[in-house]
Structures are given as structure tokens and as C-alpha cells.
């Protein structure tokens, strides 16, 4: 059974890191504000330049911020869990965790809450600059944002985790992966454009992806087409066996880290 005590003292651990570090709280709004702001207004440049008379690429532009906004939700969440860990590694502070009597369970309940802390202030500031600068009501989604950001967090945590199982592996080389591996999926998750574009080979892996469900229903959405519930569905029983799978993962690269060594070799160097 988890201990919330535990849990909230690693949320806390976390929070202070970045309310006493004001360039870590900077990081936090900086990027998402300035991937909003530049593809939104390069998206409204070409609007003009276009003349601005088709419907459907005026319609365009709020696929463009819709996507921006949902994808940051994937990527905080997945950056919530590996950057938690790194944290740890980084400050030597890996072994402190594991010789305490945290579970693992626990420790990774914490990273989910603390993925999920830095989705909401994100989303919240980029909802309100999305607003202000072109007019895109994140609450357009009514009652599927619920859904729609949900699935997309346990997706991030599922790659958060797989990120963290191999950093466990192979140390501090793979330390980039923390980073790298949301950006490996994107072509995959069609976060800007329709599956259909994609060739066929890579239209099969997007349907394994649960992000891609959730994009397409975003955008049937915004076309005032609604979105059934086939795309919501889907995405969901994804995310149980990716995360299913993610856990199975990560128990096995701890078993290897600590019949290896591993962990005092990232938490010394």
C-alpha cells in the first residue's frame, strides 16, 4: 500500500527545488511560451500571406495551438518522472533514496504527481497566452479535455518511466534519452498533421500510439465534427498495456542495476 506521507515528502523535495532556484522555475515557462508564441504567429503569417480567404486554412491555426498545447502536457509529464530521477543522480542523492525505506512504488507515485504539478502551471499560462495572442479557448474541448489530457499524461509518464529504466542501465550515456525519447515518438504521435499523411509503414505504428487517437480526436473536435468515443477507447486500453509494460521494464533494469553495481556507479560519478 503506498504511504502518502512518503509520497508528499518527495513532491515536496521536488517543489523546493524549484521555488528556491528561480532559473528552474524560468526553464519551466520559458519553452512551452516560446513554442506557443513563434509557431503561432508563423502560423498567422502564412494565414496572411495566403490572403486569409480559406476556411479551411484559417481553421488550421487552431490545430496548430491546439496540438502545442496537448503535446506539452505529454511532454511535461515524461520530463516529471526522468528529470525527477536525474535530479537524484545528479545531486547524489540516488543512494540516499534507495537505502531509505521508500518503495519504488512510491517513489514513482511522486514523479507522476510531480509531472502532473508541472502540467497544470504550464497549461494554465499557455491556455491564457493562446487566448490573449489569437483567440484559442482551450475550453472549446468541454468535457473531453478531461479525457484528452488524461491519456496523454499516463502516456507520459509510461515514456518517462522506459526514459528512467534505461538511464538505470546504461548510466550517465544515456542520460540525453531524458529528453530525446518524446521527440522519437512525435513523428509517430501525428501531434500537427492527420495520420493519413504518413506512409503506410508508419501509419501502423501510429495506431499503436496512443497519443496519435488522441490528436486525431482533437482535431475532429476542432472541426466541429465531434469526436466518438473510438478514438478515447482506444488510447486508453494503449496507455494501460504501455504502462503495464513501462512498470515490467523498469522492474527488471532495477534488478539488473542492483546485481551489477549500477546504481552506485551513477550515483558516485
Not at 511532454?75 to 525505506?101: C, H, K, M, Y
Not at 486508453?236 to 515490467?248: E, F, P
Amino acid at each position: 500500500m503506498l504511504r502518502p506521507a512518503i509520497i508528499l515528502a518527495l513532491v515536496r523535495r521536488q517543489i523546493l527545488l524549484f521555488t528556491r532556484n528561480p532559473v528552474r522555475a524560468l526553464e519551466l515557462f520559458f519553452w512551452p511560451i516560446v513554442q506557443l508564441l513563434v509557431w503561432g504567429f508563423v502560423t498567422v503569417f502564412l494565414q496572411q500571406n495566403a490572403g486569409g480567404a480559406d476556411a479551411g486554412f484559417a481553421r488550421f491555426i487552431t490545430f496548430l495551438i491546439g496540438a502545442i498545447i496537448l503535446w506539452d502536457a505529454l511532454f511535461r509529464s515524461q520530463q516529471g518522472v526522468a528529470i525527477s530521477f536525474l535530479e537524484d543522480v545528479w545531486t547524489r542523492n540516488l543512494l540516499n533514496i534507495f537505502a531509505a525505506p521508500i518503495r519504488m512504488t512510491e517513489y514513482l507515485a511522486a514523479s507522476f504527481t510531480v509531472g502532473l504539478l508541472r502540467v497544470l502551471v504550464t497549461a494554465v499560462v499557455m491556455a491564457v497566452i493562446a487566448f490573449v495572442s489569437y483567440r484559442f479557448n482551450l475550453l472549446a474541448f468541454e468535457w473531453l479535455l478531461i479525457p484528452f489530457y488524461a491519456n496523454l499524461l499516463v502516456f507520459g509518464w509510461s515514456i518517462g518511466i522506459i526514459s528512467t529504466s534505461l538511464i538505470l542501465r546504461f548510466g550517465h550515456a544515456a542520460e540525453s534519452l531524458a529528453w530525446a525519447v518524446p521527440f522519437m515518438i512525435q513523428p509517430f504521435a501525428c501531434v500537427f498533421y492527420d495520420i493519413s499523411v504518413l506512409p503506410p509503414w508508419m501509419q501502423t505504428i501510429s495506431y499503436a500510439m496512443p497519443p496519435a487517437h488522441i490528436f486525431e480526436g482533437m482535431r475532429d473536435v476542432l472541426k466541429a465534427e465531434g469526436s466518438g468515443p473510438g478514438h478515447l477507447i482506444i488510447a486508453s486500453g494503449l496507455n494501460l498495456l504501455y504502462l503495464t509494460a513501462a512498470g515490467a521494464l523498469f522492474s527488471r533494469m532495477l534488478s539488473i542495476a542492483r546485481e551489477r553495481g549500477l546504481l552506485v556507479k551513477a550515483a558516485s560519478s
